[in-house]
């Protein structure tokens, strides 16, 4: 008998497999990145159609087989793309593409990291609640995946950038600080990525 497994979280891309099959690559809370295939999904018919966009924040249903994941339900909670989208915030879309890019690259199958799964959900949470664009965009951007790479274990000691990655603050003021300090910012994630080999 399988268990079955309740969780939240997003759907970071997915791949077409065989005929109507596809995988999915989710990053949860309980779970960490869990790659699962939703079979038949990709019929008409599928019940499992709504819920599994990219981009999507879910609830899933997911049970262990053997070797692999199945998911067996999701139900839609919030598709960032269409929201972004609807709101003309394409820029918006572009950081959270590279930032769930980011996470399916270097975050290891079903290895439970809440931390970083809280940070993302903050992240996204202002990215949702605040307008901003350009230099504040940016900023947003070095912030968020300066905080997932220190969640990971990648970024070290940096005086003039640790309020940034320690912190769990979102605001338009510690996104004006961030313009001053970016370009040191990204020299560390650069190098940061660099070192992980991945």
Same mark, same amino acid.
């Given at each position: 008998?399988?268990?079955? !497994?309740?969780?939240?979280? !997003?759907?970071?891309?997915?791949?077409?497999?065989?005929?109507?099959?596809?995988?999915? %690559?989710?990053?949860?809370?309980?779970?960490?990145?869990? &790659? $699962?295939?939703?079979?038949?999904? &990709?019929?008409?018919? =599928?019940?499992?159609?709504?819920?599994?966009? %990219? /981009?999507?924040?879910?609830? /899933?249903?997911?049970?262990? @087989?053997?070797? %692999?994941?199945?998911?067996?339900? #999701? +139900?839609?909670?919030?598709n960032?793309?269409y929201?972004f989208?609807?709101?003309?915030?394409?820029?918006?879309?572009?950081?959270?593409?590279?930032?769930f890019?980011?996470?399916d690259?270097?975050?290891?199958?079903?290895?439970?990291?809440? +931390?970083? /799964?809280?940070?993302?959900?903050?992240?996204? #949470?202002?990215?949702i609640?605040?307008?901003?664009f *350009?230099?504040?965009a &940016?900023? #947003?951007? $070095?912030?968020?995946v300066l905080?997932?790479? !220190?969640?990971? @274990?990648?970024? *070290?000691? #940096? %005086?003039?950038?640790?309020?940034?990655?320690? =912190?769990?603050d979102?605001s338009?003021?510690?996104?004006?600080k961030m313009? *001053?300090?970016r370009?040191?910012? /990204?020299?560390?994630?650069?190098? $940061?990525?660099?070192? =992980?080999?991945?």
């Amino acid at each position: 008998m399988y268990h079955l !497994y309740q969780t939240v979280g !997003y759907v970071l891309k997915s791949t077409a497999v065989g005929e109507a099959n596809r995988r999915f %690559d989710i990053f949860t809370r309980e779970l960490g990145r869990v &790659r $699962a295939v939703a079979t038949s999904v &990709r019929l008409s018919r =599928s019940k499992l159609n709504v819920g599994l966009l %990219d /981009f999507e924040f879910s609830e /899933f249903s997911l049970v262990r @087989g053997k070797g %692999d994941w199945r998911l067996t339900s #999701a +139900k839609p909670v919030e598709n960032i793309y269409y929201l972004f989208s609807g709101r003309g915030e394409r820029e918006k879309i572009r950081i959270i593409a590279r930032v769930f890019a980011l996470i399916d690259r270097l975050v290891p199958e079903e290895e439970k990291n809440e +931390k970083m /799964f809280d940070v993302l959900a903050e992240g996204i #949470a202002y990215f949702i609640r605040e307008r901003f664009f *350009g230099e504040d965009a &940016r900023s #947003a951007e $070095a912030i968020l995946v300066l905080r997932v790479l !220190y969640c990971l @274990g990648y970024i *070290g000691e #940096a %005086d003039e950038l640790d309020h940034f990655y320690r =912190s769990s603050d979102w605001s338009l003021d510690v996104l004006k600080k961030m313009h *001053g300090v970016r370009k040191v910012a /990204f020299a560390h994630i650069n190098k $940061a990525l660099l070192e =992980s080999h991945l």
